[in-house]
């Protein structure tokens, strides 16, 4: 299978996108399929940004996924901007793409809300350069959390309606959003999605000191109860925790609530946040070399141009422009 996904360098990456995405994605690449694993920095400039971080960000997204595990011998490791495809199957694929489609987005709709004052074109157009990103690689899986499987599904219809109306030329992509961990919820309102462009008290960045980790998940929203109990209807912050410590600890969730049974919630967030101290020492620990990374990216570019030339070509041929 082809699997291929990719985040986004805005601000730091955080345990949602760990337990969401990246860790799915080390099990995939250790079960032999061809894996293409991205930065996906065009992306990142739909909302407001500081160009001087833009590359660092992006080093540093390449420095996590090594960390955690993605090996440049077995998958893909490249950055969006360097394969100019990209774009330009982004502006082909928008001829066909029904404007009303991209207004319903979730997406769209939140980023506007939240970014009122910059509404940009390519806020909108997110989707179908997503739809671009996919179908370019003639991707099997997309590996992503919950929030994007709506773009996922809109990639598939749009290779389906190219397909359609020019010939077979796109493999349909299917989303693979994991069991538990698809929508890692935030810490200070666990009713919303963690995201890295709420405050930085909601999430626990990778790169985190002890002392923030510790902080955080002891001011960690709960409800005024005592029991350790999984029930997301009336103890949302409690199970939020309790699905990040099951899925770091690789231990079922019934067996934590046994751990902590009659304990209470301080000695529950005590051990979660020793747990994350302790899990999250590599990425603290990493040391980033920079020619390193441009080494991988440079190499990951390589290979990933070659599978989108070849798709380019036929979607151009098939479009009447060779
Ligand atoms: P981005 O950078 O916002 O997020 C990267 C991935 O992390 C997942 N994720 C989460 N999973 C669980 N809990 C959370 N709280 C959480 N927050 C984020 C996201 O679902 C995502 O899979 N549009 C994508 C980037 C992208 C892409 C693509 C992905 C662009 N083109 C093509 C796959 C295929 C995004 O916004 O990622």
Same mark, same amino acid.
């Given at each position: 299978m082809r699997v291929f996904s990719g985040i986004q360098p805005t601000s730091q990456l955080h345990i949602g996108n760990y337990l969401g995405v990246i860790k799915p994605w080390i099990d995939l690449q250790s079960a032999n399929n061809e894996c293409l694993f991205w930065v996906a920095d065009l992306h990142a400039l739909t909302v407001p940004y500081k160009p001087i971080e833009l590359k660092k960000r992006t080093s540093e997204v390449v420095a996590a996924y090594l960390t955690a595990g993605l090996d440049p011998k077995k998958s893909i490791i490249f950055r969006?901007? =360097?394969? &100019?495809e990209h774009t330009e199957l982004c502006w082909l694929l928008s001829t066909i793409t029904p404007l009303g489609d991209l207004q319903r987005m979730t997406q769209f709709k939140d980023k506007s809300a939240k970014h009122a004052k910059n509404i940009n074109a390519g806020l909108l157009n997110y989707p179908v350069l997503m739809a671009a990103d996919i179908l370019l690689y003639q991707t099997d899986l997309v590996p992503v959390g919950e929030d994007q499987k709506q773009h996922v599904e809109l990639a598939k219809t749009l290779g389906k309606k190219f397909n359609n109306k020019f010939g077979e030329i796109f493999n349909l992509p299917k989303a693979v959003i994991p069991k538990s961990g698809a929508r890692i919820m935030s810490? /200070?309102?666990?009713? &919303?999605k963690m995201s890295k462009? =709420?405050?930085? /008290?909601?999430y626990i960045a990778l790169f985190d000191s002890p002392e923030e980790i510790k902080k955080k998940i002891s001011s960690a929203t709960t409800d005024s109860g005592k029991e350790v109990k999984f029930d997301i209807k009336n103890k949302a912050g409690v199970s939020n925790l309790l699905t990040i410590y099951s899925l770091f600890s690789e231990q079922p969730i019934s067996e934590i609530e046994k751990q902590f049974k009659n304990k209470g919630y301080k000695e529950f967030k005590e051990s979660l946040a020793e747990l994350l101290i302790k899990k999250l020492k590599p990425f603290r620990e990493l040391e980033a070399k920079p020619e390193y990374i441009d080494d991988i990216l440079k190499q990951g570019a390589e290979k990933a141009q070659v599978i989108a030339t070849e798709t380019i070509q036929k979607v151009k041929k098939s479009m009447g422009l060779i």
């Open positions: 969006q901007s =360097d394969i &100019k810490l /200070t309102e666990p009713n &919303k462009s =709420d405050t930085p /008290t909601s």
